[in-house]
């Protein structure tokens, strides 16, 4: 089975620190994505990746950065955490290709608190 | 970046009654996926339509792509309560970007 695992469940923060959100999925999947989840606007793309160290911007990049230094680990940061980034975070992986085997495989969230 | 709709945004059913969740996007899409996130949970892959005008069922769940391959429906015939959640389509573009609808959360009332 494949699986994607986000480093906390539940995480406090106060406002200006710095957040790091990881995310290990080991079934050897190219594609890794960060999302941010609320209420009423569903799923929206933070950032992409589609390869080690390559990044694409998604629809909300602001605010936030990513690393890929590993096929297995993508690394969502928060530079200076701000209240409206409270929010819950999936992580989520999939193969290349627009046919076959593209479904994409999420962790189980990070709900995310910053006050 | 590629708009994908969905409508209802909440659904409150007797069980046993059907629901249908309709997606909407502004492109073409390469395919379109549908997800079930259980209250609680994470979403869930359900099916994958590629084909124009592709109709798949699962069970009680029937799902179709538009013959247009821009909207796509999701049917599910005499709900029960084990259907409670939110369902989510996704439309894949060509650079294997997921862009989901806001979904639809659907209440089964016993």
């Known amino acids: 089975d494949v699986k994607v695992t986000q480093s906390s469940r539940y995480l406090v923060k106060r406002t200006g620190e710095k957040v790091f959100l990881e995310c290990v999925q080991d079934m050897d999947h190219e594609n890794m994505f960060w999302y941010r989840q609320d209420p009423g606007l569903g799923l929206r793309l933070i950032y992409f990746s589609y390869d080690v160290k390559m990044k694409e911007k998604g629809d909300i990049p602001e605010g936030y950065s990513v690393s890929r230094e590993k096929k297995e680990r993508f690394s969502l940061i928060l530079e200076s955490a701000s209240t409206n980034q409270t929010s819950m975070y999936l992580c989520?992986?999939?193969?290349?290709?627009?046919?076959?085997?593209?479904?994409?495989?999420f962790g189980q969230g990070t709900r995310l608190t910053v006050v | 970046g590629q708009q994908v709709m969905q409508i209802p945004q909440y659904q409150h059913v007797q069980e046993g009654e059907d629901f249908t969740t309709y997606c909407n996007s502004s492109?073409?899409?390469?395919?379109i996926q549908w997800y079930k996130q259980r209250p609680g949970g994470h979403p869930v892959f359900l099916i994958q339509l590629v084909k124009s005008g592709e109709v798949k069922k699962q069970k009680r769940l029937t799902f179709q792509f538009g013959e247009a391959k821009k909207n796509s429906s999701l049917h599910i015939t005499a709900t029960q309560t084990t259907d409670v959640g939110t369902y989510f389509c996704?439309?894949?573009?060509?650079?294997?970007?997921?862009?989901f609808g806001s979904g639809t959360k659907l209440n089964v009332k016993p």
């Open positions: 989520a992986s999939s193969r290349p290709g627009t046919v076959m085997n593209t479904e994409a495989f």
């Open positions: 492109t073409t899409l390469s395919n």
């Open positions: 996704a439309g894949l573009d060509n650079f294997n970007k997921f862009y």
